[in-house]
């Protein structure tokens, strides 16, 4: 089994390149046949999700906008993971369907929060595609639209997934080894 080292930590492979793309294809294929004559704008939330955006954008057939946004969580007088705001939203959503494009879903937090920041630039409606979910950890509400593969509750890296900022470069996912 294909080993890596990423700091203090081993992973070993468990999503190999080819099962991402294809999840990626699967997905692309549904967003093209359900939203193909919608106004689209797809939201990729950075950093997490920038290789998974470039292969499906790549797979979208429709003429569509593509803009990237990034969480503005304030450290220091606030406490960490206290999101505030949305950075690089520059496009117009009003009656737009958003499609955001999100890396991993884990407990949910995060695309709820992103999904409360959206409110107010008044979308038509906003559909959610995560590569991965990890149903086990999930406690929101919100349906995930398109998801492209279920995981396990276990951390995992690759394909611009980070631990600690790195091993976003590599081709495949890795599972931790405890
Ligand atoms: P949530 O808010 O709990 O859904 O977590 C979402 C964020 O946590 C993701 O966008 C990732 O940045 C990070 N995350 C969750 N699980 C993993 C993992 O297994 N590996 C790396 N990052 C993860
Ligand atoms: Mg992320």
Do not use: W
Request: net charge negative; hydrophobic share 40%; aromatic share 10%.
């Amino acid at each position: 089994m294909k080993e890596i080292t990423l700091l203090d930590k081993t992973f070993e492979l468990y999503l190999p390149s080819e099962k991402i793309q294809e999840a990626i294809k699967r997905v692309a294929q549904t967003i093209n046949s359900e939203l193909g004559k919608e106004d689209v704008v797809f939201l990729a939330v950075l950093n997490g999700s920038f290789l998974f955006a470039a292969d499906l954008y790549r797979r979208i057939e429709f003429n569509s906008i593509i803009s990237f946004i990034k969480l503005a969580s304030y450290q220091g007088t606030q406490s960490v993971g206290n999101v505030k705001n949305l950075i690089g939203i520059n496009e117009d959503l009003q009656n737009k369907t958003v499609i955001i494009l999100e890396d991993i879903i884990d407990t949910g937090h995060t695309i709820k929060k992103i999904i409360e920041l959206l409110a107010p630039y008044q979308p038509k409606n906003i559909k959610i595609a995560t590569l991965l979910f990890k149903p086990g950890a999930y406690t929101g509400s919100d349906k995930i639209d398109y998801i492209g593969i279920e995981i396990p509750n276990d951390f995992i890296v690759g394909y611009g997934l980070d631990y600690e900022g790195y091993g976003r470069n590599l081709e495949d996912i890795y599972q931790i080894k405890n």
